[in-house]
Structure formats: structure tokens, C-alpha cells
């Protein structure tokens, strides 16, 4: 198993950033925030509006839609996906069996298999496995996140069994039965006619330490979950087909493994179920990344997905696509080198903005922006325009007669009159501390002098300088 990461974090985002932003919303921040820094303009709609007929799908869709506009042009966004791609390929895409069926039209290799109804009576169903070379796979034909789909069944007995679980859990009524396709679950993002990103997906495990039970494991490796922007909502969890899973294997929570000692808990392997997600962009053979583009082509106005693959060193087979792909999973994978999908895809739509100067630093209040549209306050929100250039950034700590005198203020008055973004805030030690940041070095190093006015009632003993690395929001705050 390679390295957890470090940082979650990559260079071009960070823990603040990302502050409240769950699951999918995810997805559609790191699109729109891309598009942003590079001074497109970007509003948020409320989900039913009128102004655009993109195809929303999923639950929540509140937060996920969006537009990005240049002088020339304009593009609606939904969580990943751009209006280059039709909603009949999104319902395509949608429908497992009809996605099959393309892909096959067009030489891409898949499983082989059949469809079926919960309405199919039982003898017809079992003629049908009849004909299949155990071990299979069950799976909803219109299902997502892995939801209900049962792998490796290795028999009739098994298969029913299985059945009956994901009908009573589920609100499934149609299904695909499978081969089973031994080899690595990877999701290859494809934009155009290019891999962008793989990530390789293990079912939910742990590795023993030589004292810790499997149960203590399982909290352990949650905690490591919870620092993932991706995975934090989504723990390994301890249900009754876990304990089932591990008692095929003659273990129980209780059982202490050997160091080094990996235990599967669950058969299925997506991140949703409490699977492990690793990078493996650059160790992708070139044969499978042509299937992949090959599976996004078979699907007419399509232009960029997820395409999910069976993998075995050089060759690959296509189980799914989505149209609405997550790309969070790539960029925050817990094992390898994190892959910035987001800015391929604007690159895709945008080209002439590819080589524009932008700052990692910035970012704009997106949870403020869920609150809204989740209030039905706006049915559009305008975000104020990122600056587009170097930008330079100071904080300065303010000593002296600085808190209960209006100084916070007064130093958001100053900062806002030279158009620069940051913050405010009082210390505990009775200091202030001031962050500004800009485009015109100038103004921001000038501010040391204009922190040493301050207001009327204050009288300033000491101005500290420091540099600043860290996030900027876009406007300035007083923060508590």
C-alpha cells in the first residue's frame, strides 16, 4: 500500500476553502472556483430556474448549478458537467443497458450479461443464470454510488440472497445481471480525447498492527477519513453484511490481525461504501486510456465523464459512464498525487484562458452561497470578480490602544478604499491582526504606514510586518 498523503490539501486549495463543503457540492465548487480565479464571471442559480435547460440529476441539487462568462462567451455548469454535453447523453449515461449497448456498437469492450425486472418471474430468472459462468455480479440498472450492486456471487443460492437484500433496502425494480471481471476498479475522467485522471478504488479494509481488533481499526482508520474533504462523510461502516462478510472469512470485529495483515470488509469497492481511493493517473497503460476515450466517443455530444473500468494491466473493460462525474475523488484520492480535474475541464470550455495568471490564494464564500439558495432568498447570486494577476499579500499585527476603539472598523474602511481583499480580527493578547492582499504591490506594503493612523480613539505603539502565504477570501471581513 503506498504513503496516506501528508496534506489532503493540494497546493491549489486548502482546508479553509473547503470549509463546510460536502459530497458533491465538492464538485461543483472546484469547477466554478477554477473558472473564477481566472476572471470569468460566475453566478449561482437557484435549481429550477429558467435560464438554462441542463439536465439536473441526483438529490440536493442546491449549490451545483452555475455559469461561467468570458467577453466572449458562456457556459451553465451542473456539479462537473458543462452544457457542451446533450441531456440525451446524459440520459444515456443514466441508463446502464442503453449505455451498453452503445459501447457495444462501437467494438468497447464490456461484460456480458442480461437484464431483468423485479416482476421476472423466478424459473425465468434462474434460466437466465443458468446460462452464466459464476462468479456474476447484480447491480440496478439505474442506480448510483455503487448502490445495491453485489459482486463476485457464486452461485444461484448467494444471487437471490443478495437480491432480496438490495429490494428491501432499495427502491430498485430493474437490474442488470454481469460477468464478474476479475482485476483493479479504477475511474478513468476523460475530457475530450484525454485521461485527465485514474483512480484506483479497494473495497473498505484495514491492516492489523499486531494489537488492535478489527473494530479498534475501523475507528482508527475513520479518524484518517475524517481529515479527507471526500471521504469525511463517508466512514467505513459496521452494518450486518460487514459482520457477514467477515464471518465468510471466519473473523469477527473482535479479532486482532497480525501487523501488516490486510482484511477486506466489504466486497463492493466504492469510496461511498468506505472504499480506499489511490492515484494511478501516471501508471495508466496507454490502451486503456484509448478505451476510455473510446467509451466517452461512443456516446454522441458527450465530451467529458468518468468512465468506470475493470482493469488488468493492459486491458480494460468498460462497466459504466457518468455524464456527471465526481472528480472529488481525484483530487483529494487518501494514497498518491492529488489531480486537478477541474482546470482541464475549463481549459476544455475556456482554451483562451489557460495561460492566464491566477492565484492559488483566492477564493470566495461558497458556503455563504448554499445558505442563500437554501433559504430561497435569491434566485441568482453574482459573485464579485476575482483580481487576475500576481497577487501580493502582508499581515500586520497592531500593538497598543488597538480593541474597543473602533480600530477593526476603521481598518476595513481603509483596506475596501484601496481595493484590497482580506480580514480583521481582534488577538487575545489585545493586538490586531490585519491581512490585505492585492494585485498592486504598492498599496499592500503602503498599509504598514496607514495601520500606524488608525482611528481617533486609538493610539498605535507598534506595527509588525509579516508575509502571507495563506488563503484569501475575495472582499474584506471583520472577522470575531
Known amino acids: 500500500m503506498v504513503k496516506l498523503m501528508d496534506s489532503m490539501y493540494p497546493h491549489w486549495l486548502s482546508k479553509e476553502m473547503l470549509r463546510g463543503v460536502r459530497r458533491f457540492n465538492i464538485d461543483a465548487y472546484l469547477v466554478a472556483l477554477e473558472g473564477w480565479r481566472r476572471g470569468l464571471s460566475l453566478t449561482f442559480y437557484e435549481h429550477n430556474t429558467n435560464e438554462t435547460n441542463l439536465k439536473l440529476i441526483g438529490f440536493d441539487p442546491i449549490g451545483k448549478l452555475f455559469s461561467l462568462e468570458s467577453d466572449k462567451k458562456k457556459h451553465f455548469f451542473y456539479r462537473t458537467r458543462g452544457d457542451f454535453i446533450s441531456n440525451e447523453a446524459v440520459d444515456i449515461g443514466t441508463d446502464k443497458e442503453s449505455t451498453k449497448s452503445y459501447l457495444s456498437e462501437n467494438n468497447v469492450s464490456i461484460p456480458q450479461g442480461f437484464s431483468f425486472t423485479s416482476n421476472t418471474p423466478k424459473e425465468k430468472l434462474n434460466q437466465s443464470l443458468e446460462k452464466m459462468e459464476m462468479p456474476i455480479v447484480l447491480k440496478p440498472t439505474f442506480g448510483s454510488l455503487g448502490k445495491g450492486v453485489t459482486t463476485n456471487i457464486r452461485s444461484t443460492e448467494e ?44 473495497p473498505a479494509n484495514v491492516t ?7 473494530k479498534e481499526l475501523i475507528e482508527s482508520k475513520n ?73 466517452v466517443a461512443a456516446i454522441s455530444n458527450l465530451h467529458h465523464a468518468g468512465v468506470d473500468m475493470i482493469v488488468n ?17 481525484h483530487t483529494f484520492p487518501l494514497y498518491g498525487e492529488p489531480q486537478n480535474v477541474a482546470e482541464k475541464i475549463i481549459d476544455y470550455y475556456f482554451p483562451d484562458t489557460k495561460d492566464t495568471i491566477r492565484s492559488n490564494q483566492l477564493f470566495f464564500d461558497y ?9 430561497n432568498q435569491l434566485k441568482k447570486i453574482e459573485i464579485t470578480d476575482a483580481p487576475v494577476g ?91
Open 390 to 480: 500576481k497577487l501580493y499579500a502582508k499581515k500586520y499585527i497592531i500593538s497598543g490602544k488597538v480593541q474597543k476603539v473602533g480600530y477593526r472598523i476603521w481598518a476595513e474602511n481603509q483596506a475596501i478604499a484601496q481595493g484590497l481583499h482580506g480580514y480583521t480580527r481582534n488577538l487575545k493578547n489585545g493586538k490586531v491582526v490585519v491581512v490585505v492582499a492585492g494585485l498592486n504591490k504598492d498599496s499592500v506594503v503602503n498599509f504598514k504606514e496607514i495601520c500606524y493612523k488608525g482611528p481617533r480613539r486609538s493610539k498605535i505603539e507598534k506595527v509588525k510586518e509579516f508575509h502571507w502565504d495563506k488563503e484569501i477570501k475575495i472582499g474584506f471581513e471583520i472577522k470575531s
Open 223 to 295: 479518524k484518517a477519513r475524517k481529515l479527507n474533504p471526500h471521504t469525511l462523510t463517508r466512514p467505513i461502516k459496521v452494518d450486518d453484511r460487514m459482520k457477514e462478510f467477515l464471518a465468510e472469512q471466519n473473523l469477527d470485529l473482535k479479532y486482532v490481525l497480525e501487523e501488516n495483515e490486510t482484511v477486506f470488509l466489504k466486497g463492493e469497492s466504492n469510496i461511498s461504501a468506505g472504499g480506499d481511493s489511490i492515484d494511478i493517473t501516471r501508471e495508466l497503460s496507454d490502451s486503456v486510456k484509448m478505451t476510455a476515450v473510446k467509451a
Open 367 to 375: 458556503k455563504g452561497i448554499l445558505k442563500q439558495l437554501r433559504a
Open 313 to 329: 494491466e493492459d486491458e480494460g473493460v468498460v462497466i459504466e459512464i457518468n455524464s456527471t462525474g465526481s472528480t472529488a475523488l
Open 208 to 214: 492489523g498492527d499486531g494489537y488492535s481488533s478489527i
Open 159 to 202: 444471487f437471490h440472497k443478495s437480491l432480496e437484500y438490495t429490494k428491501s433496502t432499495f427502491d430498485y425494480t430493474e437490474f442488470l445481471v454481469e460477468e464478474h471481471i476479475s482485476g483493479d476498479d479504477v475511474r478513468v475522467y476523460v475530457v475530450g480525447d484525454e485521461v485527465i485522471a485514474a483512480t484506483k478504488r479497494l
